[in-house]
């Protein structure tokens, strides 16, 4: 994390808020994400930009048959992996939302997934949970085991921006889109659509309190 930067006046107050929707690259180090206290601000600027992704994607993949749209999106999905886009997070997203408002999610995820040559099914939750299972090992393993090593998944994308090889000149001053955060909320966000119980368990006036609040004015602005 960087230093907590102070805002002097209304003026840099104005210019940092207003900056928030016009910030295209260093996300990470604009005045609003650096002034708040966790400094996690910057997401609504990666949010901001990629509504014109999650846009055009819906004009030029509109209502076709539903796999289709999977595998489109898969690809879309795929190729956004590759160069580093945070379109990967985002289309991941576009695709789950699709699934559960138009390919009935969470009636299919309650049926289970057939086992080819098999009368039974394999339980939906159990994917879900080995998808977030993997995020928190890798967390585990840059962290505590292989220090060393937790940006070499960072190397293995295309520098979009500045080399046609790979991405060795990241900026760890910046949020970067990592595949173990992936993993773990893709997991979860797939279990939560499919499940009523952890519905009705996160929907409760705490959580929904908390939610609110987690975007309000900072006490340090």
Request: hydrophobic share 50%; aromatic share 18%; with cysteine.
């Amino acid at each position: 994390m960087e230093d907590l930067y102070q805002i002097p006046n209304a003026l840099v107050y104005f210019n940092s808020v207003f900056n928030i929707f016009w910030v295209t690259n260093g996300f990470g180090t604009q005045a609003a994400a650096l002034a708040w206290p966790t400094q996690t601000l910057w997401i609504i600027s990666v949010i901001f930009q990629q509504s014109y992704t999650v846009y055009m994607t819906m004009v030029m993949i509109p209502y076709t048959r539903n796999s289709w749209r999977v595998k489109a999106l898969l690809l879309f999905i795929l190729t956004a992996f590759w160069v580093q886009s945070w379109a990967w997070f985002t289309i991941t997203g576009l695709l789950i939302a699709d699934m559960v408002c138009n390919m009935s999610y969470e009636e299919k995820f309650g049926r289970g997934i057939p086992i080819p040559g098999s009368k039974f099914r394999l339980p939906s939750w159990m994917p879900c949970v080995f998808l977030m299972a993997i995020g928190l090992a890798l967390q585990y393993i840059w962290v505590d085991w292989r220090p060393e090593y937790q940006n070499v998944l960072l190397e293995g994308h295309a520098g979009l921006y500045y080399t046609g090889g790979l991405n060795y000149d990241y900026d760890l001053h910046q949020p970067q889109a990592r595949d173990e955060n992936y993993l773990l909320l893709t997991g979860f966000m797939l279990l939560l659509e499919g499940s009523d119980i952890l519905q009705f368990l996160l929907n409760n006036p705490v959580f929904r309190f908390l939610g609110r609040r987690s975007l309000s004015k900072s006490p340090s602005w």
